[in-house]
């Protein structure tokens, strides 16, 4: 089993930037993709971006690139999501997920789930 546990959520102003913290747990996560989703309220939750734990190669979603960089730091067992330029359209609750096939399947799919943080972008 792995346990994801998210930090650094808060409410922000567009323009500004914030910085999202999953502290993970368990044993052989070390294999696994990670990965942040996000759902906004009435949406479907939608992949935002993903990191090979292993090879660290890096996945995005289109809306988010060029603002949003996942990384992963192997010492402290954590992924970060580092948000630039936020939007309104940012607005969620930012989940941290866990593949143990490291994005193997050929989509973003995860087994493993945080219990979420929100993200406010509001004027």
């Known amino acids: 089993q792995v346990r994801l546990v998210e930090s650094g959520g808060g409410s922000v102003q567009p323009g500004d930037s914030l910085r999202l913290l999953c502290e993970v747990s368990g044993r052989s996560f070390s294999a696994y993709g990670m990965g942040w989703l996000r759902q906004a309220p009435g949406k479907d939750r939608e992949f935002v971006a993903g990191i090979s734990w292993t090879s660290g190669r890096t996945y995005y979603a289109d809306s988010v690139k060029d603002r949003f960089t996942i990384s992963r730091d192997n010492s402290k067992r954590t992924v970060y999501l580092q948000m630039s330029s936020l939007k309104p359209g940012d607005t969620a609750v930012y989940y941290c997920?866990?593949?143990?096939?490291?994005?193997?399947?050929?989509?973003?799919?995860?087994?493993?789930w945080g219990q979420g943080t929100q993200v406010t972008v509001s004027s």
């Open positions: 997920a866990a593949d143990p096939l490291n994005f193997r399947r050929g989509d973003y799919e995860f087994d493993f």
